[in-house]
């Protein structure tokens, strides 16, 4: 433990906590030769074991074993998957968008062929 006069401690300040720090060094700031702070080190943060920080957190409800959908269920959701991809696909190939949103590397629009006017010019 060092004492140090405040006015040292003023000038010196960061210093002072940067040693603090490292060194783990402790000094006893002064007025007029009397005590008046303490500059300790920090205690080091308490490092939180992960195993088990959640144990009591959840509660599990229901078999954990049973499958969530019946075998129905699960052919009714493939069965709107792969009609939803087929309207996905059909949208891109004629509009070149899925759901009006522009797509980056969409195929370029088939370009109408120029009407040729005849008659007479202005």
Do not use: H, N
């Amino acid at each position: 433990m060092t004492d140090i006069p405040a006015t040292e401690f003023k000038a010196k300040c960061l210093e002072l906590m940067d040693r603090v720090a490292e060194r783990r060094e402790t000094y006893v700031i002064t007025k007029r030769g009397k005590p008046v702070a303490k500059l300790v080190p920090a205690d080091p943060p308490k490092r939180r074991r992960i195993f088990g920080c959640m144990a009591d957190k959840m509660e599990i409800i229901g078999d954990l074993d049973k499958p969530l959908w019946t075998e129905s269920e699960w052919k009714e959701f493939e069965r709107q998957r792969v009609e939803q991809a087929r309207a996905w696909e059909e949208e891109w190939r004629r509009y070149g968008t899925i759901s009006g949103k522009k797509a980056v590397g969409q195929p370029g629009r088939r370009a109408r062929p120029r009407r040729v006017r005849r008659g007479r010019r202005r």
